[in-house]
């Protein structure tokens, strides 16, 4: 089973829209998004959930009214002012508890759970590219890192329990803990860039974090034809970065028409198409 993690240094480079192509190209993979923090290859799949689970990461103070004293001992040692009290009621704001449990060791009642909180949930879906494994993460909840390998694992167990030869991951943008999460022992991955110099910048940064993991890697370059002269340094940095230039994308005003439709790029006549499918060729033959 060949797992490809489509990345970009950073936002706004087409990665989506990429990842939505090949899909389209691997003939029914399972499909695995893993922007977690801005997901939004749902907008263009349109998934039916089959399954939803809770995703719970890190803890969150409760305390049991029946049990308390109200001697303030956890408001005085609480350093987030995560607890308010009205006279002798004291309670948790769930938004600013860390859940460092500082409050729960001190309570002297022992009034005070620490349950894991619930910080998302998780869904399998069926789509018309394939299944899909997807998130959403809850209002400020974090360990969007902890979720994505959630999401990943997902996907690898339905794709081995199901026989499924490919999964096409949407990894999230940037070089942080979530990328890192979404890249370590995938068979290959695709970085999406584009010709300017906030790209170029943002591809050595992403280059270095692939190398450090050993993990086969390309790039692409979205919309080359703004910048020619830019995309050949990019392409030249790739190479002496030991990653392989899979492909080059032209600008195209269908890309948007794409999205409206909520279709695939390579599924309307649009002109990208064929360099969406020669890049999708070439990722074969290097995995071959
Ligand atoms: S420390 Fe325990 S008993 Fe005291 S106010 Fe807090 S929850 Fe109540
Ligand atoms: S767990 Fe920590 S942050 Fe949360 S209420 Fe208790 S002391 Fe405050």
Redesign the pocket.
């Known amino acids: 089973m060949k797992e490809l993690v489509i990345i970009s240094g950073k936002g706004g480079t087409g990665k989506t829209s990429v990842t939505v192509s090949l899909a389209a190209l691997a003939d029914r993979p399972v499909i695995c998004d893993c922007d977690v923090d801005a997901a939004d290859l749902h907008l263009v799949l349109e998934p039916t959930i089959q399954e939803s689970h809770d995703f719970r990461s890190g803890h969150e103070a409760v305390?049991r009214e029946a049990d308390?004293?109200?001697?303030?001992?956890?408001r005085n040692v609480c350093r987030f002012g995560a607890i308010v009290n009205n006279a002798d009621l004291?309670s948790v704001d769930p938004v600013a508890c860390e859940g460092c449990g500082v409050?729960v060791h001190?309570?002297?009642?022992k009034?005070?759970d620490f349950p894991e909180s619930l910080c998302g949930n998780w869904y399998v879906s069926d789509t018309r590219l394939g299944p899909m494994v997807h998130a959403k993460l809850g209002v400020a909840a974090e360990n969007s890192g902890k979720l994505v390998s959630l999401v990943r694992a997902g996907a690898k167990h339905l794709a081995e329990e199901e026989n499924f030869k490919t999964v096409i991951v949407d990894g999230p943008p940037g070089i942080g803990c979530p990328v890192i999460a979404s890249v370590t022992g995938a068979s290959q991955v695709l970085i999406v860039t584009e010709p300017t110099v906030s790209g170029e910048h943002d591809l050595e940064r992403v280059l270095s974090l692939t190398r450090h993991f050993h993990i086969p890697t390309s790039i692409c370059v979205n919309k080359w034809d703004i910048n020619e002269e830019m995309t050949q340094q990019i392409e030249a940095k790739a190479r002496t970065a030991g990653a392989t230039v899979a492909g080059r994308i032209r600008y195209d005003s269908s890309v948007t028409r794409a999205q409206i439709q909520k279709k695939a790029v390579v599924e309307i006549d649009a002109p990208s198409a064929d360099d969406l499918k020669q890049l999708w060729e070439n990722l074969n033959l290097q995995e071959a």
């Open positions: 305390i308390c004293i109200g001697c303030g001992i956890c004291f409050c001190f309570c002297p009642q009034a005070i």
